[in-house]
């Protein structure tokens, strides 16, 4: 998921918050993975103040429990750095969210499917992912085992 829509400016891109827009964006996002069945049983998320306020939206939408682990890491990664976080999910994450940024989350999405999308979920995100954008990928097999064209993008949201 993208965090959702931010301030513009700041003094410190670290510390910007989501505007009303971006609250109101990505508790929508969060009810749209409940109403699919899709509610994150685990998360990584990006230490910036934007992407925090949006799991806090999302977890309020969704009715999520998980706990995320926040991550500087997540913040500054590119898409291989995000691929090699999602690697380090615990084996018992069944449905994992990360809250990142882009362009690295539209990269990420492009980097895991495996060219053969659900074509709905792929014509929502043609255009890319916006702010509360989510994209939705299924993986056979292990976290620790996820690759390039390793999933299968099934689903997405755009506010």
Known sequence: MRHGKAEQY??????????????RQARAAGEWLRERGYVPTHAIVSSATRTRETWDMLV???????????????????????LAILRGAPSGAT???LVGHNPTVSSLVHLLDSGEPDP?????LSFGLPT??????????????LDVGTARLVAGHTP
Do not use: N
Not at 10 to 23: A, F, K
Not at 120 to 124: K, L, N
């Open 132 to 145: 509360s954008g989510v994209a939705v990928l299924a993986l056979d097999g292990a976290w620790a085992d």
């Open 120 to 124: 709905a979920a792929f014509r929502s």
């Open 10 to 23: 700041g003094d410190d891109d670290h510390r910007r918050q989501l505007t009303e827009r971006g609250r």
């Open 60 to 82: 309020g939408g969704s009715g999520t429990t998980a706990e995320a682990e926040m991550s500087d890491a997540a913040y500054a990664a590119d898409a291989e750095a995000a």
């Open 95 to 97: 449905v994992l969210a």
